[in-house]
């Protein structure tokens, strides 16, 4: 082991300070990530599928015992405009929040995006009804 993998491995929050050079395989969807192309020096997750790994207890610290895997579930715009990806862990259900990556999959950060307004949480044909019920005209025409 060369001393600057020895200093990533030992010294505590090696990765909140330095940037994450490393090619890894995504346990989720087997693809090879790289950090090129990213936009960021801390690659986090799957540009392909979006899914993370649970390694962090605060972002680079490499402190979690959790290991499990970060499913993507919602996006979050920020003020200035930034996309951010929702992940909850499905092992231990932890949520936390990422900055998307420049080659992130457009028509998965989408997919994501899309999904309360494809799946609401009651029947679409209950619409009408609901309208009227609020005082609207209740017409869809």
Not at 110 to 115: E, G, R
Request: with cysteine.
């Amino acid at each position: 082991m060369n001393r600057e993998n020895k200093r990533k491995t030992f010294q505590k929050n090696y990765y909140e300070n330095h940037a994450c050079m490393e090619t890894f395989v995504c346990r989720s969807c087997g693809r090879e990530v790289v950090p090129e192309n990213a936009g960021s020096e801390h690659r986090n997750h799957c540009p392909n599928c979006l899914m993370s790994l649970h390694v962090d207890n605060r972002p680079g610290d490499r402190a979690s015992d959790c290991g499990g895997h970060m499913e993507p579930i919602a996006v979050w715009v920020k003020k200035n405009g930034e996309w951010a990806i929702i992940h909850r862990c499905r092992q231990c259900g932890k949520i936390s929040a990422n900055r998307i990556a420049a080659d992130d999959n457009p028509m998965k950060l989408m997919s994501i995006a899309m999904k309360p307004l494809t799946q609401p949480p009651f029947p679409l044909e209950r619409i009408e009804e609901m309208t009227m019920l609020m005082g609207g005209q209740g017409s869809m025409k």
